[in-house]
């Protein structure tokens, strides 16, 4: 059982690879992540939220379906179950089953997105650590437990001074209202327990998820309940791996899946539109996708879209592209991280079954592998746009989920959060000492 099970972990890791620009998951650390070193617990543990990225956190759902897409699916269910993540859903059928139950149906004319006929959905676990901990309840798929621990051997408590913040990451700020009114809820209830403001703490899309949320609250309210931004690898301009994921899919190889089916669920999902690369951001003459027909820029997204007959993906874009392209200041002291020195793709080359295939070549430009340093630099704008203090720290070799696991990283965090506010411009994660 042990070795099946482990198996079985390892496909799970190499499936999460595929579905989703922000999940760069690396495998040894996911499949077995990192202990947390033991620390001599400190008496300064400020309360924090942590934010994940995308896929970051777990979701349950409930069916009643009118119809089933295969015989074998489940068309009732009386009690919730784990939509994410569940190994059955890498199955043969139980992949048909799976999009069906976590696809979200977009209306052109409400502008608004829906659950699958038949399909509730919830995130569970709000203000508690373990949805972020492990995506999965046999707990295969680590994400943030080394942080965590980390912060528990310093002297935090879980569910008390530090808390998870899980979201639905299927869906943008705009059709997340609730969510917002809850995380400001959690950081006034921790601000009311612990008499000190509440730091925020971000991965990956989850970093624009919080700018989304400082960008909503007054000054005043900031001034007085956050303390400050911990952002770690955020694709501030957006990220170029969401085009070829909604263009031709991405299953890493996984015989079981094949690209054009797991691109059913990845073209479902608000936020894969709203992590686009900015027209705000980005040159107007950068090639993203190059074809032996067409070179598509930011400036050819409509195009886009209806070249490879996706015009939803066109609307959810037109709704989400505002929402933080503008990058708009947090207003509060930031600490902005990422890895750099690694090759990431800026284009994707494909040649005459564009968008069919698989891309036939890449154009790299440097990053963290999944989400270049010029995107990720972008925060170092605030710097001269608020009056907060903003630190930058590039970790020279560190891949993008990487981010959450290295000590260097969680070394760094800890002194943030013991009062310290200087940061090194720049760390090698390579080097031993």
């Keep these: 059982m042990a070795s099946a099970g482990h198996l079985c972990s390892v496909l799970l890791v190499v499936c999460i690879l595929g579905l989703h620009h922000s999940s760069g998951f690396w495998i040894v650390n996911v499949v077995f992540p990192p202990n947390a070193k033991a620390r001599i617990p400190s008496n300064s543990t400020p309360p924090l939220i942590i934010v994940p990225g995308n896929l970051g956190n777990r979701l349950e759902a409930k069916i009643d379906k009118p119809v089933l897409v295969h015989w074998m699916c489940y068309k009732k269910t009386e009690n919730w179950f784990t939509l994410w993540i569940d190994l059955n859903m890498f199955m043969p059928i139980g992949v048909d089953c799976w999009i069906d139950n976590i696809r979200l149906v977009y209306n052109r004319t409400t502008r608004r997105s ?4 038949g399909v509730q959905v919830r995130v569970p676990g709000f203000g508690q650590t373990y949805p972020i901990e492990f995506l999965d309840q046999n707990k295969l ?10 912060l528990v051997n310093m002297g935090y408590t879980r569910n008390e001074t530090v808390r998870g913040a899980p979201y639905d990451w299927r869906l943008a700020p705009n059709e997340n209202a609730e969510y917002f009114t809850e995380l400001q809820d959690l950081v006034e209830k921790m601000y009311d327990e612990h008499q000190q403001p509440v730091y925020l703490l971000g991965h990956s899309m989850g970093c624009h998820y919080v700018l989304y949320f400082l960008n909503h609250q007054p000054q005043s309210w900031k001034d007085k309940y956050v303390r ?14 969401p085009l070829r994921v909604m263009v ?9 899946i094949s690209n054009i089916k797991i691109r059913e669920e990845q073209r479902m999902t608000t936020t894969n539109p709203w992590m686009l690369p900015s027209d705000l951001s980005w040159p107007k003459d950068h090639v993203f996708i190059s074809t032996p027909t067409f070179n598509y820029t930011n ?19 037109e709704d989400t592209k505002n929402l933080t392209g503008d990058l708009h200041p947090p207003g509060v ?3 902005c991280m990422y890895g750099v020195g690694l090759p990431t793709p800026v284009t994707y080359i494909y040649d005459e079954e564009f968008p069919n295939v698989d891309p036939v070549d890449f154009v790299y430009a440097d990053g963290d592998d999944t989400v270049d340093s010029f995107s990720m630099s972008l925060c170092k704008r605030w710097a001269g746009q608020q009056e907060k203090p903003v630190h930058v720290t590039e970790f020279r070799g560190l891949a993008h989920l990487n981010i959450v696991f290295h000590e260097k990283v969680l070394n760094q965090i800890q002194h943030i959060l013991e009062g310290n506010s200087d940061m090194p411009k720049e760390v090698d994660v390579r080097s031993v000492a």
Excluded: C
């Design 114 to 117: 829906s659950n699958s006929p």
């Design 333 to 335: 002291e930031v600490w």
């Design 228 to 241: 400050g931004f911990i952002s770690l690898a955020a694709p501030w301009g957006g990220a170029v791996k």
């Design 248 to 256: 031709s899919g991405e299953n890493d190889g996984i015989p079981m």
């Design 141 to 150: 798929a680590g994400y943030f437990h080394t942080m965590v621990q980390h």
């Design 299 to 317: 400036q050819d997204y409509q195009r886009l879209f209806t070249d490879i007959n996706f015009e939803d993906g066109w609307h959810m874009w």
